[in-house]
């Protein structure tokens, strides 16, 4: 009982986080039967990869000395799964790395700090798939021979609606529960407000590095063709099956 009284903040977020994952794995599968999108092999093995990815990543960069750490683009691989993937197939994978963040290095003091702290500013990247990759606008933009830039424009404005989420989440939990740890002469908001920044720039890396990689002909293109395959490939089963059909028939 002891251990239980002086511990009680640890479970208590532990329980929210778990309740979490299963409440948003409950909303993902709904979604996908609504959406008749059902994973493939291929999209399941991109996505751990992505997840493998962002959470090696996210072991390297600075760390601040209150907490926080700026990081080698390690969001973008999520990110570039919730563009090409859109919503249903990406929330899984978004709460997957969520719980692998909390599990990381949990700091916990209250559980609403758990969710401002881990919940919302990783949960946030389903923001990118808002917007996702559009096969069409792709193929109409190489067909004019321009860039294809226009057709990744989504990822660039849910990149900066998850930015605004991220950060604002921090200087909630900075100015609520970390405000003894301002800076002498500044208050709990401003102190917040300042420290936190770190989300921003860690965001930012990530998006700049993506820009980057999507500018790249031959990156843009195998990623592009990665999806068309996917497509190509189920209108080929459909053809064999129906082949297969008339031989049996003959």
Same mark, same amino acid.
């Given at each position: 009982?002891?251990?239980?009284? @002086?511990?009680?903040?640890?479970?208590? $977020?532990?329980?929210?986080?778990?309740?979490?994952?299963?409440?948003?794995?409950?909303?993902?599968?709904?979604?996908?039967?609504?959406?008749?999108? +059902?994973?493939?092999?291929?999209?399941?093995?991109?996505?751990?990869? =992505?997840?493998?990815?962002?959470?090696?990543?996210?072991?390297?960069? &600075?760390?601040?000395?209150?907490?926080?750490?700026?990081?080698?683009?390690?969001?973008?691989?999520?990110?570039?799964?919730?563009? &090409?993937?859109?919503?249903? +197939?990406?929330?899984?994978? =978004?709460?997957?790395?969520?719980?692998?963040?909390?599990?990381?290095?949990? &700091?916990?003091?209250?559980?609403?700090?758990?969710?401002? !702290? &881990?919940?919302?500013?990783?949960?946030?990247?389903?923001?990118?798939?808002?917007?996702?990759? $559009?096969?069409?606008?792709?193929?109409?933009?190489?067909?004019?021979? +321009?860039?294809?830039?226009?057709?990744?424009? #989504?990822?660039?404005? #849910?990149?900066?609606?998850?930015?605004?989420?991220?950060?604002?989440?921090?200087?909630?939990?900075?100015?609520?529960?970390?405000? @003894?740890? *301002?800076?002498?002469?500044?208050?709990?908001?401003?102190? $917040?407000?300042?420290?936190?920044?770190?989300?921003?720039?860690?965001?930012?890396?990530?998006?700049?590095?993506?820009?980057?990689?999507? *500018?790249?002909?031959?990156? !843009?293109?195998?990623?592009? +063709?990665?999806?068309? *395959?996917?497509?190509?490939?189920?209108?080929?089963?459909?053809?064999?099956?129906?082949?297969? $059909?008339?031989?049996?028939?003959?």
């Amino acid at each position: 009982m002891e251990w239980l009284k @002086e511990n009680w903040l640890v479970l208590l $977020s532990i329980f929210i986080v778990i309740a979490g994952v299963i409440a948003a794995f409950v909303v993902a599968r709904v979604m996908n039967k609504k959406s008749n999108k +059902k994973s493939t092999t291929r999209d399941l093995t991109f996505g751990a990869v =992505c997840i493998a990815a962002s959470f090696a990543l996210s072991f390297f960069g &600075y760390e601040l000395p209150q907490g926080g750490t700026i990081t080698p683009a390690s969001v973008l691989p999520i990110m570039l799964y919730c563009h &090409y993937q859109g919503l249903t +197939k990406s929330l899984p994978v =978004c709460i997957a790395f969520t719980l692998l963040q909390f599990m990381q290095n949990p &700091y916990i003091l209250h559980p609403f700090q758990v969710i401002h !702290d &881990y919940f919302i500013p990783y949960l946030a990247l389903i923001l990118v798939s808002v917007f996702p990759f $559009s096969r069409d606008k792709y193929n109409a933009l190489i067909s004019e021979n +321009k860039s294809t830039m226009p057709s990744h424009v #989504g990822l660039f404005i #849910g990149a900066a609606m998850y930015i605004v989420v991220r950060y604002t989440s921090h200087v909630l939990s900075g100015a609520i529960f970390f405000k @003894e740890y *301002a800076w002498e002469g500044w208050g709990a908001w401003g102190y $917040s407000f300042v420290y936190n920044l770190f989300a921003i720039a860690d965001a930012a890396i990530a998006v700049g590095v993506g820009a980057a990689l999507l *500018a790249n002909k031959a990156f !843009d293109t195998f990623m592009a +063709k990665t999806f068309h *395959a996917e497509k190509r490939t189920d209108t080929c089963a459909k053809d064999d099956e129906g082949t297969g $059909s008339g031989a049996d028939e003959g």
